[in-house]
């Protein structure tokens, strides 16, 4: 009667209208002891560690001291890392570490997915070839570039001698100032594939009508890629970025493998910084700070990364 008249009925009670979250949880009871084992295991593997890191980022763990003994120190591990050089160090190199790899590995992916969206002959051998990189275990691939870059018996340096571009073969990775650009090279070799499917992907959706109505209209290539075919992967785009950023940000196996931190810290990220502070000194507290504070920048990443997620199924959803 209430939607006939276009009046509400007054005389029931709003939660009626609006159920709250536990009376939701309530109804739907029975739903979630379907996914109670999973809950179960989740609270195991990820929510105990998390708590227990965060825990131990307030305590002294000294080498020699058992874990049951910790000290506790309130923020003094965290001051103690703002305040260390060698922890402004290390953030640098991972802000050039995730950016430099992040940037380059997405616009030399996109450019690569651009290519080969044309039809020509040999297009499926050389997608294939440029998945190579891609598909290689990277603790196969850090062992193999290691070599390739070895001061002494390294291909690089043994042609750069052949071809009398340098009187000796370069340092590489044992310098302070070539070591980083070394392995963000390697890690981009490894990384440019995953952003070339990703787009590849992305390129499937911009419509062959609306390319072709733009070059009748006088478009060139330039204005077709910028007001055609970029909109229509802007969300893809996004979506890549965060998770090579994610990924760079947390990457472990290429600077540990190759260089292990050195020299001089010139190439030690957070989480190779980290894995030393833990395993290395044993200093579990200062060990734990940093990830904690790891752990927020990455629940960020992940709060960009699930907004490009909802806009991009709003916006397939709309269309």
Same mark, same amino acid.
């Given at each position: *009667?209430?939607?006939?008249?276009?009046?509400?009925?007054?005389?029931?009670?709003?939660?009626?209208?609006?159920?709250?979250?536990?009376?939701?949880?309530?109804?739907?009871?029975?739903?979630?002891?379907? !996914?109670?084992?999973?809950?179960?295991? *989740?609270?195991?593997?990820?929510?105990?560690?998390?708590?227990?890191?965060?825990?131990?980022?307030?305590?002294?763990?000294?080498?020699?001291?058992? #874990?049951?003994?910790?000290?506790?120190?309130?923020?003094?591990?965290? +001051?103690?890392?703002?305040?260390?050089?060698?922890?402004?160090? !290390?953030?640098?190199? +991972?802000?050039?570490? @995730?950016?430099?790899? @992040?940037?380059?590995?997405?616009?030399?992916?996109?450019?690569?997915?651009?290519?080969?969206?044309?039809?020509? %002959?040999?297009?499926?051998?050389?997608?294939?070839?440029?998945?190579?990189?891609?598909?290689?275990?990277?603790? %196969?691939?850090?062992?193999?570039?290691?070599?390739?870059?070895?001061?002494?018996?390294?291909?690089?340096?043994?042609?750069?001698?052949? !071809?009398?571009?340098?009187?000796?073969?370069? /340092?590489?990775?044992?310098?302070?100032? +070539?070591?980083?650009?070394?392995?963000?090279? !390697?890690?981009?070799?490894?990384?440019?594939?995953?952003? *070339?499917? &990703?787009?590849? %992907?992305?390129?499937?959706?911009?419509?062959?009508?609306? #390319?072709?109505?733009?070059?009748?209209?006088?478009?060139?290539?330039?204005?077709?890629?910028?007001?055609?075919?970029?909109?229509?992967?802007?969300?893809?785009?996004?979506?890549?970025?965060?998770?090579?950023?994610?990924? /760079?940000?947390?990457?472990?196996?290429?600077?540990?493998? *190759? @260089?292990?931190?050195?020299?001089?810290?010139?190439?030690?990220?957070?989480? +190779?910084?980290?894995?030393?502070? %833990?395993?290395?000194?044993?200093?579990?507290?200062?060990?734990?700070?940093?990830?904690?504070?790891?752990?927020?920048? #990455? &629940?960020?990443?992940?709060?960009?990364?699930?907004?490009?997620?909802?806009?991009?199924?709003?916006?397939?959803?709309?269309?």
């Amino acid at each position: *009667m209430a939607i006939l008249t276009g009046k509400a009925d007054v005389s029931r009670p709003l939660e009626q209208y609006r159920p709250g979250l536990l009376r939701k949880i309530w109804d739907h009871r029975a739903d979630y002891a379907y !996914v109670l084992p999973s809950i179960a295991v *989740m609270l195991i593997v990820i929510a105990y560690p998390i708590y227990y890191t965060i825990e131990l980022s307030f305590f002294n763990t000294p080498p020699g001291l058992q #874990l049951k003994d910790k000290i506790f120190v309130g923020l003094d591990n965290y +001051t103690a890392i703002l305040k260390s050089p060698v922890f402004w160090t !290390v953030t640098k190199n +991972t802000l050039i570490w @995730t950016l430099g790899s @992040t940037f380059i590995s997405f616009v030399l992916g996109f450019a690569c997915a651009l290519a080969l969206h044309r039809d020509f %002959a040999g297009r499926a051998i050389l997608r294939a070839i440029l998945i190579i990189p891609w598909v290689i275990s990277a603790v %196969a691939a850090s062992y193999i570039w290691k070599w390739i870059y070895h001061s002494d018996f390294g291909v690089i340096g043994a042609v750069l001698v052949g !071809v009398g571009l340098a009187d000796r073969p370069p /340092n590489f990775i044992d310098s302070v100032d +070539t070591v980083l650009p070394s392995l963000i090279v !390697v890690n981009i070799w490894r990384e440019f594939p995953f952003a *070339m499917i &990703m787009m590849m %992907a992305g390129l499937q959706t911009v419509p062959d009508q609306l #390319l072709r109505a733009a070059k009748v209209d006088g478009a060139n290539a330039w204005q077709r890629f910028w007001h055609v075919t970029f909109p229509h992967v802007r969300n893809v785009s996004t979506v890549t970025i965060l998770l090579l950023a994610v990924a /760079n940000f947390n990457s472990f196996i290429i600077p540990w493998i *190759m @260089t292990g931190g050195g020299p001089s810290n010139a190439s030690h990220i957070w989480i +190779t910084h980290i894995y030393e502070l %833990a395993f290395g000194r044993q200093r579990w507290g200062v060990a734990s700070a940093y990830s904690v504070l790891l752990f927020l920048i #990455l &629940m960020s990443f992940g709060y960009f990364y699930v907004r490009a997620l909802s806009a991009n199924g709003q916006k397939e959803g709309s269309e």
